[in-house]
């Protein structure tokens, strides 16, 4: 039988070999099943949640590259738009944390 925190790292390392191979789809179930289980949210919760995490982080890769280029404007739009994406996100969790402790 398998702890919590065995599948808790089945279901991190998962997702990161999703991201490494391309394959959004898993990437998005593996990070779901994650927060599931380590929030205790329900995984439909789980999957929104983590939907505008994986948006915000392109958001990131986008601001970077164009910051890295001097293309301070362009970046800033990006960095923005991640921080708008992660209030969704951080939203979701806190409001799903409430509504399971309480």
Do not use: I, P
């Not at 990131?60 to 708008?84: F, M, T």
């Amino acid at each position: 039988m398998h702890s919590k925190a065995d599948k808790l790292a089945q279901y991190e390392v998962g997702w990161w070999q999703a991201h490494h191979r391309g394959n959004k789809k898993a990437l998005l179930q593996r990070m779901a099943k994650l927060y599931q289980l380590l929030f205790n949210m329900s995984y439909s919760e789980a999957a929104k949640c983590v939907k505008h995490r994986v948006a915000a982080a392109k958001e990131h890769d986008l601001a970077e590259e164009l910051e890295d280029k001097g293309k301070q404007k362009e970046s800033n739009k990006h960095w923005k738009k991640a921080e708008q994406l992660l209030r969704k996100h951080f939203t979701l969790l806190v409001k799903s944390k409430l509504r399971s402790c309480c």
